[in-house]
């Protein structure tokens, strides 16, 4: 009899680090796939990417429109609401033997809410990690006690995740899948990418990247100000943004985004570059500038200097080619002008990604399959204690 496993994506870039692992399982013949699509994906205003993964010529088995159509605090909760109620209603019907999930959004809590109550086991991708500036912090904690596997970027999360009180027999590391697919992705050439954007990208660029941070609202729009600000001064630079999530205040960041585009000739500004486009920009570029996780995880592969701005990443593992900065013009400033030194860049020319080194979706198959068809799920966990000297 096949194992039926749903896959949740909510976000464009959620699905790029998924895709191989869809990709795997799709081919496995003892196991029925079943594909579920909400969030950003179904919002016009997002790009209508959903139809990026019919492209890619999967299934998608169901479409739940959660309403993303504003980011205040009372939206969010209802997004989550509509998450919790349709899930609950999709679980009952397709019964599926396992959940799998990647991050810590919002939408996923609300749908690991629902699993949960149904009693499927959840298998989490990136348990463990730390964003001491964002509320991303406690849902990824949240989502890792319900889950029952948990597949770690590191060795340190993974010790986190096992301090959690998860069994460490159930916590495997993988490896990031950003770092796979840097490794699998036939990067673009510059022209094609200058299509995209419409914008000449000649001399020297920076990828920019800037989400809410959402531990920290009231400053938001004096956080990107500032950080627009130091672009002026880097004026020999040219830009490509890409806008902000779902997020609680992330419509903000791309109203500034926009209006600032309109207004420089130096700057592009997209809604999403998808996986492989992105990888490209990556490729191709001097640096990458903001506060997104794929400047910590993905960019240090290309050895790229990343100038990673504020808290919203504080407390995640850092490579050598990332430097910190405070939220504040002169500090960017600053950090921009030592990522573009000869010097930083030739510190950085070798060094190694502590992400993984690329073969993280045939870890994850491996396991996902051992628990299907041969170990047995048991979902009354015990928690796992561990001595500790306060």
């Known amino acids: 009899m096949k194992k039926r496993i749903c896959v949740l994506t909510a976000t464009r870039a959620e699905y790029g680090l998924l895709k191989p692992i869809i990709a795997k399982l799709n081919n496995i013949p003892e196991l029925d796939l079943r594909i579920a699509v909400t969030g950003m994906h179904l919002s016009p205003e997002f790009g209508l990417t959903y139809r990026e993964i019919e492209k890619d010529n999967f299934i998608i088995d169901r479409k739940i429109d959660i309403g993303v159509n504003s980011d205040s605090h009372v939206s969010v909760s209802k997004s989550m609401g509509l998450a919790l109620i349709g899930f609950a209603k999709y679980f009952d019907e397709i019964k599926p033997d396992m959940l799998l999930v990647l991050g810590d959004r919002y939408e996923t809590l609300a749908v690991c809410c629902a699993a949960m109550n149904a009693g499927i086991p959840i298998a989490h ?3 463990g990690e730390t964003t001491e500036g964002a509320i991303d912090e406690s849902i990824r904690h949240s989502i890792t006690k319900m889950s029952y596997l948990h597949f770690t970027s590191t060795e340190e999360y ?14 495997y590391t993988v490896g990031a899948i950003g770092v796979e697919n840097i ?9 094609e990418l200058e299509e995209f954007v419409g914008m000449s990208l000649s001399g020297q660029f920076a990828v920019v990247t800037y989400h809410p941070v ?3 609202n009231d400053s938001i729009r004096d956080q990107f100000a500032s ?3 130091a672009c002026d001064i880097h004026n020999e630079l040219k830009y490509i943004f890409t806008k902000a ?6 419509r903000i960041i791309n109203l500034m985004i926009d209006d600032y585009a309109r207004n420089h000739e130096n700057v592009a500004a997209v809604t999403s570059l998808g996986m492989e486009r992105y990888l490209s920009a990556l490729g191709h570029a001097s640096l990458v500038i903001g506060n997104s996780s794929s400047g910590l995880i993905e960019a240090p592969s290309f050895h790229i200097p990343t100038v990673n701005i504020g808290n919203r990443q504080k407390g995640r593992l850092l490579a050598e080619s990332v430097i910190s900065c405070e939220a504040d013009s002169v500090e960017i400033t600053k950090a921009i002008t030592k990522a573009l030194s000869e010097e930083f860049r030739l ?4 060094i190694k990604n502590p992400y993984g080194n690329g ?8 396991t996902l399959k051992n628990y299907l068809f041969v170990k047995e799920i048991n979902l009354k966990k015990s928690f796992y204690n561990i001595n500790i000297s306060i």
Do not use: F, W
């Open 158 to 171: 993974r010790k986190r995740v096992i301090q959690l009180g998860e069994e460490p027999d159930r916590v």
């Open 125 to 127: 991708l990136y348990g």
């Open 214 to 216: 959402t531990l920290e």
């Open 347 to 350: 510190r950085i020319s070798d």
């Open 245 to 250: 999530n779902a997020d609680l205040h992330g």
């Open 359 to 366: 073969n993280t979706s045939d870890k994850v198959i491996e």
């Open 183 to 191: 490794m699998n992705t036939q990067l673009l050439p510059l022209k």
């Open 227 to 229: 950080l627009l600000k």
